[in-house]
């Protein structure tokens, strides 16, 4: 049994009395270190139903801990559901209003609908220039990191110089924006999402309204553009995809644009930042993964994405009077889906806190569940993985992390705000 957990007020498990479990709901548990978090989760996943946090705040939710609840939570969003919102808290009624809601939010035909809009925008020809051009770009990336430093770089922040580049510029590509408006949207992107942490408690998304506004004022007018002169990027194929007879809104673009970036371009850095880190903890993996690439890619992106888990958890509303994990739940109850420990769940992964990109299965829930919120962006992010990888190793030498990560505190994401790294040439 994982040791307990004394760095956070202890809450009874759900009524059951028992001392010394830590309060998912208290900011001071977030400060902890991570190996401490994961131990506490560790010791969750061996209660015998969900544990119920937040009295205190007045804003109580159900923690789910372990793989098959995270799994069957997930998949059943007729009692489980997205709406009102997926994020702690909720997203005020207001926002949603004025900025449109975001997919993650939604469910049954209006998300479906949406999904349907966007996948089909995905057609082959977008999808083989996608590849080509997450390829390209990593390159151009790694091109730019050894021009820029010559004779090699010394302690240099690998989030600025890479992991946060390539997904943006991957993303700002794809969306086909122009290059004059990316430095305005990457400073509003930062603005977006710089209180992600829990200095001033647990994740407020209400925070960074003002860029977020920005942001979708700058899609409403690539969006008129684009339906005036159609090119090839994903903004055309959305104002122009018919689905029931109609594309995406502006306003509904806009939500879609605010995702990709506030999400995908997060997540996907934080998986870079990660897994320089890993690969650098661990030699003997970065031996084997450089030996054959080819072989052991999958594997290893797979496994850095379990490992690290870049979003920690998202929320769901009971819509439904449904049992689960030994707990019956009743309608307008929360429950929060902790990501960060179902990947760590000793029933499905041996040797859970080891890093092995040789493991097979990987079931591992890093993009979600399952069910019709599995991210759309799964794909996507796998390729850009690889593609910087494959060149980081194959290229600089020796390039490594030269010290542990700077990570925000968060109860949201496993974010990355910097990490030192060298290499020669």
């Not at 969900?50 to 159900?62: D, K, L, M, N, S």
């Not at 240099?156 to 305005?184: H, K």
């Not at 409403?220 to 159609?230: A, S, Y």
């Not at 031996?287 to 920690?312: C, K, N, Q, W």
């Amino acid at each position: 049994m994982a040791r307990r957990i004394t760095g956070a007020r202890g809450v009874p498990p759900g009524g059951a009395g028992e001392p010394g479990v830590p309060d998912l709901a208290d900011p001071s548990f977030w400060r902890l270190p991570r190996e401490e978090r994961l131990a506490a989760f560790a010791y969750l996943r061996t209660l015998p139903a969900p544990v119920r946090f937040g009295e205190r705040t007045g804003a109580p939710f159900h923690a789910l801990v372990r793989h098959a609840d995270v799994v069957a939570a997930s998949r059943r969003p007729k009692d489980f559901a997205s709406a009102p919102g997926v994020t702690t808290p909720e997203p005020a009624a207001w926002a949603k209003a004025l900025f449109g809601n975001s997919m993650v939010n939604m469910d049954g035909p209006d998300h479906a609908d949406l999904r349907r809009i966007v996948a089909r925008s995905f057609t082959p020809r977008l999808l083989a220039a996608i590849e080509d051009n997450v390829r390209a770009t990593a390159r151009r990336i790694v091109d730019e990191l050894l021009a820029r430093h010559p004779g090699g770089a010394r302690e240099a922040d690998f989030v600025t110089e890479v992991a946060s580049r390539m997904p943006f510029e991957v993303i700002c590509d794809l969306m086909g924006v122009p290059q004059g408006m990316r430095a305005g949207i990457a400073l509003r992107v930062d603005r977006a999402s710089e209180n992600v942490g829990v200095r001033r408690g647990l994740r407020v998304p209400g925070r960074g309204l003002r860029a977020l506004a920005h942001l979708q004022a700058s899609m409403v007018r690539l969006g008129r553009e684009r339906r005036r002169r159609p090119g090839g990027d994903l903004v055309s194929a959305l104002v122009s995809a018919d689905v029931h007879g109609r594309g995406l809104s502006g306003r509904q673009l806009g939500a879609f644009f605010s995702l990709l970036l506030v999400a995908g371009v997060e997540t996907t850095r934080n998986a870079l930042a990660h897994g320089l880190c890993l690969l650098s903890a661990h030699p003997e993996q970065r031996a084997l993964l450089e030996e054959d690439f080819d072989r052991h890619a999958d594997g290893a992106m797979e496994e850095i994405v379990r490992h690290s888990t870049p979003i920690i958890q998202f929320r769901r509303t009971v819509a439904a009077e449904c049992e689960l994990g030994g707990r019956v739940f009743r309608p307008g109850e929360k429950v929060v889906l902790y990501y960060a420990s179902a990947n760590r769940d000793e029933a499905v992964f041996a040797d859970p806190d080891a890093f092995d990109i040789t493991r097979d299965p990987n079931p591992h829930l890093g993009y979600g569940g399952g069910g019709p919120h599995y991210c759309l962006g799964a794909h996507l992010a796998r390729q850009e993985l690889k593609a910087v990888f494959s060149e980081l190793l194959d290229r600089p030498r020796g390039l490594r992390a030269t010290g542990p990560a700077g990570l925000v505190d968060s109860s949201f994401d496993n974010r990355v705000r910097s990490l030192p790294f060298t290499f020669g040439t």
